[in-house]
């Protein structure tokens, strides 16, 4: 029996294929290239990136970033085997960022290392989003009113944050060109927005907070690649009472419980009892329980109390709906009726 070894026709070290060993084919082989040069273009004003012809918004540091292309720039052969990068970045000017990236690998068995030096060349470029919100561009305006009366401040409120969070998360899900292009406070609210899905969203989102409803009105405002183009108009009506409004109706304290497209749902205060409020009955706005102000008893005799009036610390009399239990020294939840220099007893 005999051993047959075979050896590197080239070192003559001991091969098993008898072909070029280990080392030597190191030796021959370029396994990895670098791009001397990448470019990272990024938006001054939003700091999203462009890859090719495709923006997107960057969670990530400008050194992530540098990182993250100077790895791209190199190219290892796929023998190379469990790749190791080290990168160190050095920034020589604003607009130039030095990346130092040493490779280790196994090649053909044997353990490699090389270093390669990228340069990232830093360019600024106004992105797809911001030419579009700097040129005014917009596809659709949301116009919120209120029937029969100015918006209140709490409904501006809830508006514009509806519309924030439709674009954040429209924008977090991809949808860059889904931006809030302003918000104008007129006789209402506008809300204009880069595209009219978006818009939709937002009328939707509002109505469904706070009432009332909306209608849509689109307008041709061109033509792109045969294509008609439209600007739409979300307009929201948001009923004339809100949700919480305490209103006076034929000598009864009505609080609206619900603001429905037709019918208004009211609990009266002096019973307890839920009814649907007539359209068109004449009413006067009290106020709201958003804006009750706690009141303490004094005393309470056959199903009166005596309330301290939290704003004249006068006692007045009240008499005791039976939905609410009170006794001497605790508290009820009162709005002040100006009008008629009463006080309501809402909770
Ligand atoms: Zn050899
Ligand atoms: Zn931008």
Not at 199 to 208: D, L, N, P, W, Y
Request: proline share 5%; hydrophobic share 35%; glycine share 10%.
């Amino acid at each position: 029996m005999s051993i047959r070894e075979s050896f590197c026709p080239q070192c003559g070290e001991p091969s098993d294929s008898g072909d070029l060993c280990g080392k030597c084919r190191v030796g021959r082989t370029r396994w990895m290239e670098a791009a001397p040069r990448v470019e990272g273009i990024t938006c001054p004003a939003c700091e999203s990136r462009r890859t090719g012809a495709v923006w997107q918004d960057t969670p990530v540091s400008r050194e992530e970033l540098a990182r993250e292309l100077a790895l791209q720039a190199i190219r290892l052969v796929p023998e190379a085997r469990n790749p190791e990068f080290r990168v160190s970045l050095w920034e020589r000017s604003p607009n130039r960022t030095i990346a130092t990236i040493s490779v280790k690998a196994i090649l053909f068995g044997v353990p490699v290392e090389e270093e390669a030096r990228v340069e990232v060349v830093w360019r600024g470029e106004t992105c797809d989003r911001c030419s579009r919100i700097s040129g005014g561009y917009f596809e659709g305006v949301v116009q919120v009113r209120a029937d029969g009366r100015p918006l209140s401040a709490r409904e501006r409120e809830v508006a514009a944050r509806i519309s924030s969070e439709v674009e954040e998360r429209l924008q977090e899900g991809g949808a860059r060109l889904s931006f809030i292009s302003r918000m104008t406070e007129d006789e209402g609210l506008d809300i204009v927005v880069g595209e009219n899905a978006m818009g939709e969203e937002i009328a939707r989102g509002i109505t469904g907070a706070l009432g009332g409803r909306y209608t849509v009105h689109p307008k041709l405002s061109g033509e792109k690649a045969g294509k008609r183009l439209y600007r739409i108009t979300y307009s929201v009506r948001l009923p004339r009472l809100q949700k919480g409004d305490v209103i006076e109706a034929d000598g009864k304290y009505l609080e609206v419980r619900e603001t429905g497209k037709r019918q208004l749902k009211v609990f009266h205060l002096g019973t307890g009892a839920m009814t649907v409020f007539p359209p068109d009955s004449p009413y006067r706005v009290v106020g709201n329980v958003r804006d009750a102000v706690q009141a303490l008893i004094a005393y309470t005799e056959a199903g009166v109390a005596g309330i301290i009036d939290p704003g004249s610390f006068a006692t007045k009399e009240v008499r005791m709906p039976r939905w609410v239990k009170v006794e001497a020294g605790s508290h009820v939840l009162v709005l002040q009726d100006q009008f008629a220099d009463r006080i309501v007893v809402v909770g």
